[in-house]
């Protein structure tokens, strides 16, 4: 037998038991009855026990305009505010991690995410009041002579408050790579004669890679995901392909056509974030190249 | 660093980040005392909205339900998290890895799914939406956070008095209450701060579970911020902020850095680093 080589089991080990179990029951078998239910006919909440296959779901599904269109302007949404948050990030990270000095650098840190213990919604709420007609911001702007319209209730409000929401992670996750360059790597390659842009490109770039994935992966996937920021501030126009998932859960009931939408969903998002890491360990190894 | 003028651009920006995060939190915090209740101007100082909250206002319970909701959710998670995280360090590194891929699937995936997944599951199961649900439902969102902050504590822990206690003749409970516990405890409390605020703030979650007739502080929120401007809830955001603040000064004073907050983002991806 092949256990005789390996280690002997330690009894250790069945202390993980009970979240084995609950990682079981709670995720892998929930997202499997999506898949499952993608193919059902029937309403579960209507108290039919057991309904029966059709595919009626899927053939909807490819034919629906709505939801095409609803799932290009979720992952349009989810790539413009990952985009605002790295070009917001980055910089303040590099601030933190460089700039700073080393000794107040936790303290900044606990300054950027201290919004994220506050709730998501509070953060919303705290954002429309701000830029709602006759709130703070247009206010402020009317008295130094510009006149603006509230983006309250349009597609830029919603792609404001996500960013809003989300860049605290890009800027945790940017900070935890920037920090472990080691300052004496950046000076050695601009002594040896690389410009600014070469060192950048070069060196701070590829090792910022893993923390810029990570960012990436927590604030895209989400955003993607995201239903009721558009169903707050988005206005009338707002619905994205969450939405429309909420919609067959909380409205019309539609749970087989929901799970066919909601199954769709996660494989799209699985296969970009997938696409996103081969491209990043890519770019890692052509970049990397050419210093070895 | 590179040249000084860089240097000071890369500050610039990050004050205005910092002015983009902050100014609204700023501008709740100023209208709470604000008795115009539309808009910032005239400002006159009050503080009606405070006595409201603490009154009439509907908040006020649900806040404490959403309290006692999280504290529960909050102490399982402890528990099972802290066994968990135990028996982990008896894995071989390839199940560990395989066990912590798993592990991370209720942070990567989007909450709406999450939510949307176990409604099917426990309306299949009969329990449907119910404090039981949302119990459970909660649970599994918050586990993998308390997991990871506690593997965080063993990873950076002293092994070896635990092998000298065993030696010496202690039996397992008495090594891993007197040795192990007391090593880990602070990974332990800061998970379970994790676990309470993520908890106690979850919205998507708790939309799709809650039993109808009950409210928490989440969903109560959104609710009513669809009906505009919420004098009351100026009032309670900002002492939800005020407790933010004493949290955070905890958590650092604890030892925890930002990043070790989040074991997920930066462990993970140092680790990969090495």
Same mark, same amino acid.
């Not at chain 1, 193919?39 to 309403?43: L, Q």
């Not at chain 2, 604000?34 to 005239?42: E, I, K, L, S, V």
């Given at each position: 037998m092949k256990t005789h080589t390996k280690k002997p089991f330690n009894p250790v080990a069945l202390w993980t038991s009970p979240s084995i179990v609950m990682l079981l029951c709670l995720t892998i078998v929930p997202l499997l009855m999506l898949l499952v239910f993608s193919?059902?006919?029937?309403?579960i909440f209507a108290g039919q026990p057991w309904p029966g296959w059709t595919l009626d779901n899927i053939i909807r599904m490819v034919g629906s305009d709505t939801f095409w269109r609803l799932l290009g302007k979720s992952l349009l949404t989810a790539a413009e505010v990952t985009l605002l948050c790295i070009v917001a990030a980055y910089p303040a990270a590099w601030a933190i991690a460089k700039v700073v000095k080393p000794q107040n650098r936790s303290i900044f840190m606990m300054v950027v995410i201290l919004p994220f213990f506050t709730s998501q919604l509070l953060l919303i709420y705290a954002m429309m009041n701000l830029i709602q007609s006759g709130g703070l911001l247009l206010t402020m702007l009317e008295a130094i002579g510009i006149q603006g319209e509230t983006w309250l209730y349009t597609n830029k409000a919603t792609i404001l408050v996500l960013t809003y929401e989300y860049l605290p992670y890009m800027i945790l996750c940017l900070y935890s790579s920037l920090e472990g360059i080691e300052d004496n790597l950046i000076y050695a390659s601009l002594i040896l004669g690389a410009s600014k842009g070469k060192t950048f490109t070069n060196i701070v770039f590829p090792m910022s890679l893993p923390g810029l994935l990570s960012g990436i992966l927590l604030v895209f996937v989400p955003v993607a995901g995201s239903f009721m920021e558009p169903g707050l501030v988005g206005g009338a126009n707002g619905a994205m392909v969450g939405s429309m998932i909420d919609t067959q859960y909380s409205g019309s009931l539609n749970m087989g056509y929901g799970a066919a939408l909601s199954c769709t969903l996660l494989i799209v998002l699985s296969v970009i974030m997938g696409l996103t890491r081969l491209a990043a360990a890519r770019a890692e190894k052509t970049i990397g190249g050419d210093m070895e | 660093m590179k040249s000084k003028g860089f240097n000071t651009v890369m500050m610039v920006c990050l004050w205005i980040v910092l002015a983009f995060m902050y100014i609204p939190i700023i501008a709740i915090i100023g209208m709470s005392f604000?008795?115009? !209740?539309?808009?910032?101007? !005239?400002y006159v100082f009050t503080t009606d909205w405070y006595v409201t909250l603490f009154t009439t206002s509907n908040l006020l319970p649900a806040c404490w339900y959403s309290l006692k909701f999280a504290f529960c959710v909050t102490l399982a998670a402890v528990v099972i998290g802290t066994m968990t995280s135990f028996g982990l360090q008896a894995y071989a590194p390839k199940w560990a890895n395989r066990f912590n891929f798993v592990l991370q699937l209720p942070i990567i995936i989007p909450w709406l799914v999450t939510g949307i997944s176990l409604l099917l599951l426990f309306s299949f199961l009969g329990s449907g939406r119910s404090e039981f649900s949302m119990f459970l439902g909660n649970l599994i969102v918050v586990l993998p956070y308390v997991v990871l902050l506690v593997n965080g504590r063993f990873l950076s822990m002293d092994r070896n008095p635990e092998s000298a206690a065993r030696l010496l003749g202690a039996k397992p409970a008495r090594v891993f209450f007197d040795i192990t516990l007391p090593a880990i405890a602070p990974g332990i409390l800061a998970g379970g701060i994790m676990a309470m605020i993520m908890c106690f703030n979850n919205f998507v979650v708790q939309y799709y579970l809650i039993p109808i007739g009950v409210q928490t502080l989440p969903t109560l929120v959104f609710t009513r911020i669809r009906s505009g401007y919420q004098a009351d809830l100026n009032a309670l955001s900002a002492i939800i902020v005020l407790v933010s603040v004493v949290i955070v000064i905890a958590l650092s004073k604890l030892g925890f850095s930002a990043g070790g907050l989040f074991g997920m983002s930066s462990g993970s991806t140092s680790k990969k680093g090495e």
């Open positions: 193919f059902m006919d029937r309403n | 604000n008795a115009t !209740p539309y808009g910032m101007f !005239p």
